[in-house]
C-alpha cells in the first residue's frame, strides 16, 4: 500500500512556518541581547586587540541652543529649541583614536594626511572647484611631517573628513553584524547635532556640563587654546596650537563621556542648518546642505568654542588637524 503524502504545498507551508519559527527565535536572541545592554556601557572589540568603549544615552527632553544672556553665544544657538529624543543611544565615550582607527581601517594618521594631500578631486571649496590640497594650502611636495602632531595610537584619529567617519562607521557595522554582535535595526553612525548636544550636557543647563566656561572650569575638562601648551610634548602642529593629547585624561561628564569640549573638533552627522523653535522630537538636522556640522571644539581653540551649545560648520571632505569624531550605535529605520 502507498504511504500517504503531503501535498507539495503542503510541504512548502511546513517549510515556510519551520523558517519562520527560527527566524523569530534568531530576532528574539538579538533583541534579548540589545534590550540587555540597554542602560548600560558597551565595549566593542576591534580587529588587532584592540576596544571601543561607548556610554549608553538614555531617552529624554532637554533645551538645544543657548540662551541670549550667555557669554560667547553665536547667533547660530538659537532660537533655542526643545528635543524629544524618543530613543537611547550609545556614544563613544572618547573620540575615535588613532589605534582604533587603525584597528579597523588598516592605515594610520599619517596615511590620512598623504592621502588628503595626493587628492586630486576637485570639490565644491569655498565657492570654486579645487583640491583638498589647495584648500588647506598644503604642499605635495613637503614632509608630511611638517602637518602631523604626534601620532600614538592613544590620541585622537585627525585628518578624517565626514566622509572619512561615516566610513569608519560603515565598515564597524560590517564587523561587528559578521561576528553575529550587532542586533538587526542597530548601526554605526555619527551622532546627530541634537544627540551630540544631549550628551554632552548630560542634563545640565549651564555653558558647560561643569557649569561655566572659563579657564577654572575649562582647565578641568578640556584641551583648548588656554592650557594646549601646558606639559605638551612631541611634535607641535603649529607653533602656538600644538596638538591633540591621549584620550581621557580630563573629567567626564556624568554619562562617562571625556573630551567632549576640546581636544578635537567633531563630526556630527547633520548638514549645518538654523534651529527651528518650539518643540521638534528626533530632528536630524535639513535634508540638504553645504557643510556638516561639528562640535566640541578643539586644542586650537578658545573659550567660546569650549561650550555645550557651540557650533561649527565645515565642507563635507575636509580633512584637517583640528577634526576627528566619536561614533554612535544607534537604532535605525
Known amino acids: 500500500m502507498d504511504t500517504p503524502r503531503l501535498p507539495v504545498f503542503a510541504v512548502g507551508a511546513l517549510v515556510f512556518v519551520f523558517l519562520l519559527a527560527v527566524a523569530r527565535v534568531s530576532a528574539d536572541a538579538e533583541t534579548k541581547e540589545i534590550t540587555s545592554?540597554?542602560?548600560?556601557?558597551?565595549?566593542?572589540?576591534?580587529?588587532?586587540?584592540?576596544?571601543?568603549?561607548?556610554?549608553?544615552?538614555?531617552?529624554?527632553?532637554?533645551?538645544?541652543?543657548?540662551?541670549?544672556?550667555?557669554?560667547?553665544?553665536?547667533?547660530?544657538?538659537?532660537?533655542?529649541?526643545?528635543?524629544?529624543?524618543?530613543?537611547?543611544?550609545?556614544?563613544?565615550?572618547?573620540?575615535?583614536?588613532?589605534?582604533?582607527?587603525?584597528?579597523?581601517?588598516?592605515?594610520?594618521?599619517?596615511?590620512?594626511?598623504?592621502?588628503?594631500?595626493n587628492d586630486e578631486t576637485?570639490?565644491?571649496?569655498?565657492?570654486?572647484?579645487?583640491?583638498?590640497?589647495?584648500?588647506?594650502?598644503?604642499?605635495?611636495?613637503?614632509?608630511?611631517?611638517?602637518?602631523?602632531?604626534?601620532?600614538?595610537?592613544?590620541?585622537?584619529?585627525?585628518?578624517?573628513?565626514?566622509?572619512?567617519?561615516?566610513?569608519?562607521?560603515?565598515?564597524?557595522?560590517?564587523?561587528?553584524?559578521?561576528?553575529?554582535?550587532?542586533?538587526?535595526?542597530?548601526?554605526?553612525?555619527?551622532?546627530?547635532?541634537?544627540?551630540?548636544?544631549?550628551?554632552?550636557?548630560?542634563?545640565?543647563t549651564g555653558a558647560t556640563y561643569a557649569g561655566s566656561n572659563d579657564a577654572a572650569a575649562l582647565d578641568k575638562i578640556a584641551w583648548y587654546a588656554g592650557n594646549s601648551a601646558t606639559g605638551y610634548a612631541g611634535r607641535p602642529i603649529s607653533p602656538t596650537h600644538f596638538g591633540p593629547r591621549a584620550v581621557g585624561q580630563k573629567a567626564p561628564n556624568a554619562w562617562g563621556l571625556c573630551d567632549m569640549y576640546g581636544e578635537i573638533w567633531q563630526w556630527c552627522r547633520d548638514w549645518y542648518g538654523p534651529y527651528p523653535g518650539g518643540s521638534v522630537t528626533d530632528p536630524a538636522g535639513p535634508p540638504v546642505g553645504t557643510g556638516r556640522v561639528n562640535r566640541g571644539g578643539s586644542f586650537g581653540s578658545g573659550a567660546n568654542n569650549e561650550r555645550s551649545a557651540g557650533r561649527a560648520v565645515n565642507p563635507q571632505p575636509e580633512a584637517s588637524a583640528y577634526r576627528g569624531f566619536r561614533v554612535a550605535l544607534c537604532a535605525v529605520d
Not at 586587540?49 to 553665544?73: C, H, K, Q, V, Y
Open 122 to 204: 576637485l570639490y565644491d571649496l569655498a565657492g570654486r572647484k579645487q583640491t583638498m590640497r589647495e584648500f588647506m594650502k598644503w604642499s605635495r611636495d613637503a614632509d608630511p611631517a611638517a602637518y602631523l602632531g604626534n601620532e600614538d595610537d592613544d590620541l585622537p584619529v585627525y585628518f578624517v573628513s565626514w566622509n572619512d567617519a561615516m566610513e569608519f562607521s560603515r565598515r564597524l557595522t560590517e564587523l561587528e553584524r559578521a561576528a553575529g554582535r550587532l542586533p538587526k535595526g542597530y548601526a554605526y553612525t555619527l551622532p546627530t547635532e541634537a544627540q551630540w548636544e544631549y550628551a554632552c550636557r548630560a542634563g545640565t
Open 37 to 117: 545592554a540597554v542602560g548600560k556601557s558597551w565595549s566593542v572589540p576591534l580587529p588587532g586587540n584592540a576596544t571601543l568603549d561607548l556610554a549608553w544615552i538614555p531617552a529624554g527632553t532637554f533645551l538645544m541652543g543657548s540662551p541670549a544672556a550667555e557669554a560667547g553665544r553665536a547667533a547660530d544657538e538659537g532660537p533655542q529649541t526643545q528635543v524629544t529624543l524618543t530613543r537611547g543611544f550609545w556614544l563613544g565615550k572618547t573620540h575615535v583614536t588613532i589605534g582604533q582607527w587603525k584597528s579597523v581601517m588598516g592605515v594610520g594618521v599619517r596615511a590620512q594626511l598623504v592621502k588628503a594631500i
